[in-house]
């Protein structure tokens, strides 16, 4: 089973590791992956529910289950808003408190400490201050203390040192300033609220920018309508969606959202299924055709049985595959987790021993130096920024994808789509359209090409053949009603023959013409030529003679040249392999600008052609229908499965296109690169602001140039290193697809 969790208490990166460790400790835990971004974690394995929150609890954090999609989206909007408002309220409270005491001692407005009335006055000032810091930072303290308990040390144990120290030093100088020399008689209380106020805003900033990052998964939740309107017992009655069952015979009206997905019995209008597919124009929809979830009837009213309902539809399927993704970790990932879950320990030992360092070898006040340079490296080393780096990006990235029509089934894959160095694309279904298609009739001048194809298409209304349907849709297409055909006989591998108003009609290959003694010589040459193309050429004769010559073939895709174009400016190769002859290979190729062929394969033979551009030292990507390509996609390094409608094969590939077009390919590999350039960013910025800010916390440039950082100006650095790495992995949300057209290019 599988269980997503929304935790409580994790303060920073090296929580993550704790709470994993804490979950993968339960019998029956499979895998858990805790994401830092959205405070929740998601859980595999046999095992009840409360076994794993229990653990969570017994480790000093909170845990509660997180059940339906809208319960999960209202239940994390609610604890953000009131987390918000709460950091927001403590960030006044310290703060106010802060301004009053600096400005007072700017101003000269307190009495020293070692004055008549001093002690009193800073004895009041440490009350004052000790319950500002329990309003605005109690959480800091309680955290620290569960985490000390479990022998942990994260976020809430740098602060509550810092600011604990500083505190119990202002009062102990307050109490005995005897106890250290003059100069160091010197009360630090605003430096202490000071840094809470700015890390409660800093927290509160991260919360909202946050929050920005799952707009992708807010708006395809919000794709779910809350009621449906089925029709039971001949009355048409709203109910809401949970109550909608299986075999509902369910009504839609004009502008309405689809409530489940299924096939239309009755009616015909134009849905919009941008949403799921990315597409821009809406989508005929008629008796037998399926429509999905969430999507929105544009004109028109038609009745549906539901055939997939809850959990099963695509729209939820899509949903908890972005949400899976998302808590997904890519190699970069977990290594930037182990380095934070190490990264505290490793601070408080630093700080330690810069406090002993100022405390023997500084210089006058010892004391006051000591605690400063204490305080401010416990304070701005806290690696919230790493463990924000990666999944942060991660969602961000995910999300927009899945607008885009493009469902990566994890971080990983996501890393690896942007290494790719060659993409081998199956040719029946991807970089054709899959469905053969009446492209031409040859006709001599005198003969009426829409007669002959309705007297063809009467002929293969009998047939099962796959191109007898392509004849019979291209009639329909021109409105061709067939007529009734005698004596039919269809001989497999040859052709079709009948009798029609008296007149034999034969329909099929050289062979067939050729043993019913039709001569050709009017349409060999022409039939020749267009089998060089690919094409596959019908001959249809009426009384012995040849008439027409129908070309049926499998056509290329729509943008299929552009997108391998795209793919070769890239510098990544592009071969496509495929089970037909070698002619017909060769066409497709030279059509969509594609130099390596590999044809007339298996597709146990794919995984071999797969194994052997590894062999030569390249990053694969395999792109097929995603079933009968499944060992091949799944042997590439990325397996990406073409998935047009509701029959998309979700479990078959690393990613899998809603759209069928080749250009999601060149997208999903242009966003994967955005976002591990944007992770590496991240990265790069926490290192570089961990990397620099301890050193200086520590007093590196004071023997040089005399700059010792205030604890202040950390906590505040340390605010904005978080709220920075949000802000820049939110950019992803403005990635633009090259494939999909604008609303004015669609018109």
């Given amino acids: 089973m599988q269980y997503r969790l929304s935790i409580g208490g994790m303060s ?37 529910i409360e076994q ?15 059940k339906s999609l809208e319960e999960e989206q209202e239940e994390r909007e609610r604890v953000d808003s009131a987390r918000y408002r709460q950091h927001i309220r403590q960030s006044i409270i310290s703060g106010t408190v802060g301004i009053i005491l600096m400005a007072g001692a700017m101003s000269g407005w307190f009495p020293p400490i070692v004055s008549e009335y001093g002690q009193y006055f800073w004895s009041a000032v440490g009350v004052v201050t000790a319950l500002a810091m329990y309003i605005a930072g109690s959480h800091f303290f309680s955290g620290a203390w569960k985490q000390l308990l479990h022998h942990n040390a994260n976020m809430d144990t740098l602060v509550a040192m810092g600011t604990g ?62 009621q449906a309107r089925v029709i039971r017992e001949g009355i048409e009655i709203d109910i809401p969606i949970v109550d909608v069952g299986l075999k509902e015979t369910i009504r839609v009206r004009p502008g309405e959202r689809i409530a489940v997905d299924g096939v239309v019995i009755d009616g015909h209008s134009y849905v919009d ?17 399926e429509v999905v979830a969430g999507t929105v009837n544009a004109r028109g009213t038609f009745l549906f049985t539901a055939q997939r309902i809850g959990k099963e539809t695509m729209l939820a399927q899509i949903i908890e595959m972005v949400r899976s993704a998302q808590a997904s970790k890519p190699a970069i990932g977990r290594l930037a987790d182990k380095i934070a879950s190490i990264f505290v320990p490793s601070v408080m030992i630093i700080a330690v021993l810069t406090f002993l360092i100022w405390l023997n070898f500084g210089p006058e006040p010892v004391a006051g130096y000591a605690l400063v340079t204490l305080m401010t490296v416990l304070i701005i080393a806290c690696p919230c920024a790493l ?45 054709t359209e899959g469905k053969p ?74 062979r067939w013409m050729e043993q019913n003694s039709v001569s050709l010589q009017n349409l060999l040459h022409v039939a020749e030529e267009r089998a060089q193309h690919g094409a596959i050429p ?102 990406f499965a073409i998935g047009t ?13 809603m759209r069928g077009s080749l250009m999601s390919v060149v997208d999903a590999i242009a966003l994967s690169r955005a976002t591990i350039r944007n992770i590496k960013q991240n990265l790069f910025g926490a290192f570089l602001y961990n990397s620099l800010g301890i050193p200086v916390a520590a007093g590196l440039l004071f023997p040089l140039f005399g700059i010792l950082l205030n604890p202040m100006v950390a906590g505040a650095a340390m605010a904005a290193s978080s709220v920075t790495v949000v802000t820049n992995a939110n950019r992803l949300r403005w990635f633009r697809s090259i494939s999909i057209p604008t609303a004015e290019e669609s018109r």
């Fill in 12 to 48: 920073c990166a090296g929580c993550v590791a704790a709470v994993e460790k804490l979950l993968r400790g339960v019998a029956g835990v499979d895998s858990a992956e805790v994401n830092f971004a959205e405070h929740s974690a998601l859980v595999n394995g046999d095992v009840p």
């Fill in 52 to 66: 794993l929150i229990a653990a969570v609890f017994d480790g000093g954090y909170e845990a509660a289950e997180l």
């Fill in 165 to 226: 120290a500083a505190w119990i030093y202002s009062m102990a100088i307050t109490l005995r300033p005897d106890i250290v020399p003059s100069l160091a008689q010197h009360a630090y209380f605003e430096a202490a609220v000071f840094i809470m106020a700015f890390l409660n805003f800093g927290s509160a900033m991260e919360l909202r920018a946050r929050g920005k990052t799952s707009e992708a998964i807010k708006r395809l939740v919000g794709l779910q309508p809350k």
């Fill in 273 to 289: 299924e941008s949403m799921i597919s990315g597409e821009p124009l809406a989508v005929s929809k008629g008796v037998g055709d």
């Fill in 387 to 431: 463990g924000l780096a990666t999944p942060i990006s991660i969602m961000v990235g995910v999300g927009r994808a899945a607008e885009l029509g493009i469902l990566i089934r994890n971080g990983e894959a996501l890393q690896q789509a942007g290494a790719i160095t060659t993409v081998i694309l199956d040719k029946t279904g991807t970089v």
């Fill in 437 to 510: 298609t009446l492209t031409e009739i040859v006709v001599d001048e005198m003969q009426d090409s829409d007669r002959l194809l309705q007297f063809a298409a009467s002929l293969e209304v009998g047939s099962e053949h796959p191109l007898a349907a392509a004849i019979i849709q291209a009639a329909a297409e021109k409105g061709l009603a067939p007529s009734a055909i005698e004596n039919f006989v269809a001989e497999s591998g040859l052709g079709v023959k009948g009798e029609l108003n008296g007149q034999q009609l034969l329909l099929g290959n050289r």
């Fill in 538 to 639: 019908i001959y249809f004769a009426i009384s012995g003679n040849v008439e027409a010559l129908f070309v049926i073939a499998d056509p290329v895709k729509a943008g299929a040249r552009e997108a391998i174009a795209a793919l070769h400016a890239q510098g990544i190769g592009v071969v496509m392999v495929t089970g037909d002859s070698q002619a017909t290979a060769d066409s497709v190729a030279k059509e969509v600008g594609i130099t390596q062929v590999i044809a007339e394969v298996l597709p146990n033979d794919k995984v071999d052609a797969v194994k052997r551009i590894q062999q030569q030292g390249e990053v694969v990507a395999m792109v097929g229908d995603g079933i009968n390509d499944a060992p091949a996609l799944a042997q590439a390094e990325v397996g």
């Fill in 645 to 657: 409608g509701t029959d998309v094969a979700i479990e078959s590939a690393d990613i899998t296109l």
